[in-house]
């Protein structure tokens, strides 16, 4: 039997990841601990709907979603800066900005001076009209996204046992909408526009579920438009280093993810402990934090 070989963790100046959709069904948190335990970035920015609170039932909280808020957490103590920035579905969180834990903190968006340009960094749902105005038709949307990711599964399930290749359905559902399309153009040229009138090099979103990296021309200039991507659906994230500057990190795509996971370590066995307990050293872990800077 082949053993498998943990891959060597990548050293990068910031990673980004949006859309998790911790607590439900259509989160992919065993793959992104996989790739959290791949990286090993000074900054992670959490760029919105990491917990998905407003779907967030106590019926269902798997060990794997546990596993990954265990391993952010231990990366902070590792001296990780994390910057949890709020969305759409964690907006609960909007009342605790400016909040700091050791090396985590939380606010409703960020600016960092990068090596070639400042970068601003938001989850975007302020752009999305149905939010501003018709905040029930977004979550009774949500729950429909959900269901229909359920659903992609089942069929994947099956395709996968015909040796048929895996589809896509909320993505074809999208590109079939042509005021899908639309809405995802319109966010991507508000988004560049403030941002370019603010004199940003780089603005980065999240929320639409759209992996891109793009320059987009403005009234006010060119700016290199990014979006994180989810893991629900694609499985992306940004990375960046001074070195290669912004890349987009696809996980189907890393061969490396597609070899035998590496057999659960003591990190991720004591994740699988009783919630309550688990709280606790989490708090005790970030409260040793503050005491020691």
Same mark, same amino acid.
């Given at each position: 039997?082949?053993?498998?070989?943990?891959?060597?963790?990548?050293?990068? +100046? !910031?990673?980004?990841?949006?859309?998790?959709? #911790?607590?439900?069904? =259509?989160? %992919?948190?065993?793959? *992104? $601990?996989?790739? &959290?335990?791949?990286?090993?970035?000074?900054?992670?920015?959490?760029?919105?709907?990491?917990?998905?609170?407003?779907?967030?039932?106590?019926?269902?909280?798997?060990?794997?979603?546990?596993?990954?808020?265990?391993?952010?957490?231990?990366?902070?103590?590792?001296?990780?800066?994390?910057?949890?920035?709020?969305?759409?579905?964690?907006?609960?969180?909007?009342?605790?900005?400016?909040?700091?834990?050791?090396?985590?903190?939380?606010?409703?968006?960020?600016?960092?001076?990068?090596?070639?340009?400042?970068?601003?960094?938001?989850?975007?749902?302020?752009? +999305? !009209?149905?939010?501003?105005?018709?905040?029930? #038709?977004?979550?009774? =949307?949500? %729950?429909?996204?959900? *269901? $229909?990711?359920? &659903?992609?599964?089942?069929v994947n399930f099956l395709l996968h046992k015909?040796?048929?290749?895996?589809?896509?359905?909320?993505?074809?559902?999208?590109?079939?909408?042509?005021?899908?399309?639309?809405?995802?153009?319109?966010?991507?040229?508000?988004?560049?526009?403030?941002?370019?009138?603010?004199?940003?090099?780089?603005?980065?979103?999240?929320?639409?579920?759209?992996?891109?990296?793009?320059?987009?021309?403005?009234?006010?200039?060119?700016?290199?438009?990014?979006?994180?991507?989810?893991?629900?659906?694609?499985?992306?994230?940004?990375?960046?280093?001074?070195?290669?500057?912004?890349?987009?990190?696809?996980?189907?795509?890393?061969?490396?993810?597609?070899?035998?996971?590496?057999?659960?370590?003591?990190?991720?066995?004591?994740?699988?402990?009783?919630?309550?307990?688990?709280?606790?050293?989490?708090?005790?872990?970030?409260?040793?934090?503050?005491?020691?800077?």
């Amino acid at each position: 039997m082949r053993e498998a070989v943990r891959p060597r963790r990548r050293k990068l +100046d !910031v990673v980004v990841i949006s859309d998790v959709h #911790l607590g439900t069904y =259509g989160c %992919h948190a065993t793959e *992104l $601990l996989r790739y &959290l335990k791949s990286v090993r970035p000074k900054v992670l920015v959490l760029n919105g709907d990491i917990v998905d609170i407003w779907q967030f039932s106590k019926n269902y909280w798997p060990a794997a979603h546990m596993r990954v808020v265990r391993h952010l957490a231990g990366l902070a103590a590792k001296g990780t800066h994390i910057h949890y920035l709020t969305g759409n579905h964690d907006e609960l969180l909007r009342k605790f900005a400016g909040t700091r834990l050791g090396n985590l903190r939380i606010d409703n968006k960020l600016v960092l001076e990068l090596a070639d340009g400042k970068a601003w960094f938001f989850h975007g749902d302020v752009f +999305d !009209v149905t939010m501003q105005h018709s905040r029930w #038709l977004a979550k009774l =949307g949500a %729950h429909g996204y959900d *269901l $229909l990711i359920v &659903l992609n599964r089942v069929v994947n399930f099956l395709l996968h046992k015909l040796g048929r290749p895996r589809v896509a359905l909320s993505k074809a559902v999208k590109d079939r909408v042509k005021g899908a399309v639309s809405l995802i153009g319109n966010f991507e040229q508000t988004a560049a526009g403030i941002a370019a009138e603010g004199g940003y090099h780089y603005v980065v979103c999240g929320h639409i579920h759209q992996p891109e990296i793009k320059s987009l021309t403005t009234p006010h200039g060119a700016v290199t438009y990014l979006n994180s991507g989810d893991w629900v659906e694609n499985l992306t994230a940004l990375e960046y280093s001074g070195a290669t500057g912004w890349q987009l990190y696809r996980y189907a795509a890393d061969a490396a993810m597609q070899q035998p996971a590496a057999a659960a370590d003591a990190a991720d066995q004591a994740a699988d402990a009783p919630v309550a307990a688990l709280l606790s050293e989490l708090l005790a872990e970030f409260q040793l934090n503050r005491r020691a800077e």
